[in-house]
């Protein structure tokens, strides 16, 4: 993809604030964090989004993702840690290169990361039991 910046990042033709790098991952500081140590895990290979990685790649993503909370939990002190992914622009996606957000959190550090609970009604409880197995 060669106007994807998360490609040129994590593949180096852009520089960043690198915290972590292998053959297929780059993590780097996030430029607009929401909290100290707000970081990126980006794959090397281009993918949009959840729907098109791989399961190998995904499932190496999420080990870095426990390695590196372990490790900047230990550098930053945060008191706990939120690992978010988005997926579409009514997601929040913004740009389209896949990436896992790792999110430090701190007492009070007031990072809005929250929603309204809803209701789980019983019909749409048995619709959506229904129609996502069937996709399984
Ligand atoms: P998302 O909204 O999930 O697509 O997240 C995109 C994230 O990338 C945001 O948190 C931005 O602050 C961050 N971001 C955008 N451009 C850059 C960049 N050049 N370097 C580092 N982080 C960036
Ligand atoms: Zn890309």
Same mark, same amino acid.
């Not at 390695?67 to 900047?72: D, F, H, L």
């Not at 997926?87 to 896949?98: D, I, L, M, R």
């Not at 309204?116 to 996709?135: F, M, N, S, Y």
């Given at each position: ?17 690198? #915290? %972590? *790098? ?11 964090? =929401?909290? @100290? ?12 989004? #959840? %729907? *098109? ?11 870095? =993702?426990? @390695? ?69």
């Amino acid at each position: 993809m060669s106007d994807c910046i998360f490609c040129k990042i994590a593949n180096g033709e852009i520089p960043s604030a690198t #915290l %972590y *790098e292998d053959e297929q991952f780059r993590v780097i500081l996030d430029l607009g964090p =929401a909290s @100290k140590g707000h970081a990126l895990i980006l794959p090397k290979a281009h993918y949009g989004n #959840l %729907y *098109e990685i791989d399961e190998e790649t995904a499932a190496s993503a999420m080990k870095l =993702a426990r @390695k590196m909370a372990i490790a900047m939990t230990k550098a930053l002190g945060c008191s706990g840690f939120n690992v978010v992914q988005n997926n579409g622009t009514s997601a929040g996606q913004t740009v389209f290169h896949f990436h896992i957000h790792l999110i430090p959190r701190y007492d009070n550090d007031n990072v809005g990361l929250s929603w309204k609970p809803g209701e789980l009604t019983d019909e749409a409880r048995d619709e959506i039991v229904t129609e996502v197995k069937k996709q399984l």
